[in-house]
């Protein structure tokens, strides 16, 4: 029984892997960019060219990291709805980022901030955005 099986799973295999390599070597639709070779990753950020760039929604969220009495971080995220950085390597005084997060449905209690003065609660706000960019 098992030896039938076998046989049978490779038997069906076989044309699942040829269909893969035919399909493969299909060009791409007519009226999109040729495939070209990708530029070398660089962690230099003067290496990416100037120009518009929108956030990737798909990749992309807004961290708020609030310290707690001296001990934690509360941590927050957000949604990103929408964003633009605006990069100049040349320079950097010019670059710009605009960043807009869904927070119209965020409910937080605030009576536990009432029982305790709001300087002992809530420390310096760093905030991070965790996005990936679309050169436009």
Not at 53 to 75: F, K, P, Q, T, W
Request: net charge positive; proline share 9%; hydrophobic share 45%.
């Amino acid at each position: 029984m098992r030896r039938a099986m076998r046989s049978w799973i490779g038997v069906a295999a076989v044309p699942l892997c040829l269909a893969g390599f035919a399909q493969a070597q299909d060009r791409p639709p007519a009226g999109r960019p040729q495939p070209g070779p990708m530029a070398p990753a660089s962690k230099d950020p003067s290496a990416a060219p100037a120009g518009t760039y929108h956030v990737d929604l798909e990749h992309a969220s807004a961290v708020a990291r609030v310290r707690h009495r001296g001990i934690s971080y509360n941590v927050l995220r957000f949604g990103v709805r929408d964003g633009t950085l605006l990069w100049n390597p040349a320079k950097p005084s010019a670059i710009t980022l605009a960043v807009i997060g869904f927070t119209d449905k965020m409910v937080i209690d605030t009576r536990q901030f009432t029982q305790q003065p709001m300087a002992r609660m809530v420390g310096t706000v760093t905030v991070i955005l965790n996005a990936e960019f679309l050169k436009q």
